[in-house]
């Protein structure tokens, strides 16, 4: 297993080698727990914003999180895992589970079958904050009841590669893993790490992003990053593009994906939601520095990594920060990219706040079925869009659209941009 951050990739990729295609979604959100649950909720625009009802929070200067609700880890993975996972890993156990069982594929089935073997199968996750809850709760027993009552699975429960170790053993998967930390840049790296997997002979990934730190402690880490909004309203709390925008929600899921080589997957008669047709990452300079911001280029060393050009983009899933700088920054990407209004844009994550290593991959779950059903999700809550940004925004009702290629932008604090192109299996048929 390797611990890994993206490279500023500043070429794209080079054609010629196996496609990656996705084969199965599993779903872990504030609006729904379950993929086909999720994505009902996000047409509907069903939010899982509200306010922290897990303590008391009444003194603290942001109050409202993206929370899955109901969520007892006991009714979906066995009892001997219990004291040795974080939420965060329950919830990346859970949706792992549906992805496979989604794709109706068992690696240690897989593994004895021509051109699998025991390392055909492999699992690569993002994830920006470890195990807080179960760090945290393990630090306070330090510090009031001393080391003897800290638990033994404190020297792995809280680390970011706990997930993608977990569900490896879970699922035997036993081939190339590892977990990518860019933030919210991250479930792209991970998804385009899978990728390259895969043309390195693998023939299964399981990949995608979760994360969850909204503990006491983790609000309060949240809130030293000066991006939260502070409004009470979970209606209006986090508004991207919109001239009222002052900051962001934290939530906590994501979205696990099984990709697979297409021929493979074909062969066993595998169901396929689309392809991921190009991906790049690259990497911001420092504000001020009189360059300008890096998800521009990722997002055509993308579209070239796949051999598109911006005419053939749908529909753009934007990263969406909901902070007025970042906002206006990525907008003018979009429009040098397509044009004033050239491209329908929206950001669903607007119901569940933002996931940080697992919202863009529920990003790339909501363009695969965007795709599969024709349709646009909308971006909630947005009433007054910034006049200057002129972008075709999705607002508060799904759009019909014919839909072959979905463009998904993610930004992670501190420089990362990452892109992924989704196509349609009609599109590359």
């Not at 080698?17 to 069903?46: C, M």
């Not at 023939?203 to 992003?209: F, N």
Request: with cysteine; aromatic share 6%.
């Amino acid at each position: 297993m390797t611990l890994a951050t993206p490279e500023a990739q500043e070429t794209p990729e080079r054609t010629g080698r196996p496609t990656a295609v996705i084969t199965g979604i599993g779903v872990a959100a504030p609006n729904g727990l379950g993929t086909e649950q999720w994505w009902q909720s996000t047409l509907a625009g069903t939010s899982g914003i509200g306010p922290v009802v897990d303590y008391d929070a009444s003194r603290y200067p942001s109050r409202l999180v993206g929370r899955i609700a109901g969520f007892e880890a006991a009714e979906h993975i066995p009892g001997r895992l219990l004291p040795q996972t974080d939420r965060v890993t329950r919830l990346a156990l859970v949706a792992g589970a549906e992805a496979l069982a989604d794709a109706d594929a068992n690696p240690a089935e897989l593994a004895e079958q021509d051109g699998y073997g025991e390392y055909g199968c492999g699992v690569v996750t993002s994830n920006a904050t470890g195990g807080f809850e179960f760090t945290h709760r393990e630090i306070r027993k330090l510090w009031t009841q001393g080391p003897q009552q800290v638990s033994v699975y404190e020297s792995f429960a809280w680390f970011y590669a706990v997930n993608t170790g977990q569900l490896s053993i879970r699922h035997k998967l036993r081939g190339p893993s590892g977990v990518l930390v860019s933030e919210q840049a991250g479930g792209l790296d991970a998804i385009g790490q899978s990728r390259r997997t895969l043309r390195q002979g693998v023939k299964l990934s399981l990949t995608g992003g979760m994360d969850s730190s909204l503990d006491p402690w983790g609000l309060v880490s949240h809130l030293a990053s000066g991006r939260l909004s502070r409004s009470d309203d979970p209606a209006t709390a986090y508004l991207p593009f919109d001239t009222r925008a002052a900051g962001q929600i934290p939530g906590e899921g994501g979205a696990m994906l099984v990709l697979e080589e297409e021929t493979a997957a074909r062969a066993r008669g595998a169901r396929v939601y689309g392809e991921i047709a190009g991906y790049a990452a690259t990497f911001s300079p420092r504000p001020g520095s009189g360059r300008p911001p890096g998800l521009e280029r990722a997002a055509r060393l993308a579209l070239a990594d796949g051999g598109l050009g911006v005419e053939d983009v749908d529909v753009v899933f934007a990263d969406a920060a909901g902070l007025p700088t970042a906002d206006d920054e990525e907008a003018a990407a979009l429009r040098a990219l397509f044009g004033p209004y050239g491209v329908p844009v929206t950001a669903p994550k607007t119901l569940t706040g933002r996931l940080f290593g697992g919202g863009a991959p529920l990003d790339v779950a909501a363009a695969l079925l965007a795709l599969r059903d024709g349709v646009i999700p909308p971006t909630t809550g947005i009433d007054r869009p910034v006049p200057e940004h002129r972008l075709d925004l999705v607002r508060g009702t799904p759009r019909q659209a014919r839909l072959r290629t979905a463009l998904v932008l993610a930004r992670g604090h501190g420089g990362f941009n990452a892109a992924v192109v989704v196509r349609s299996p009609e599109a590359t048929a």
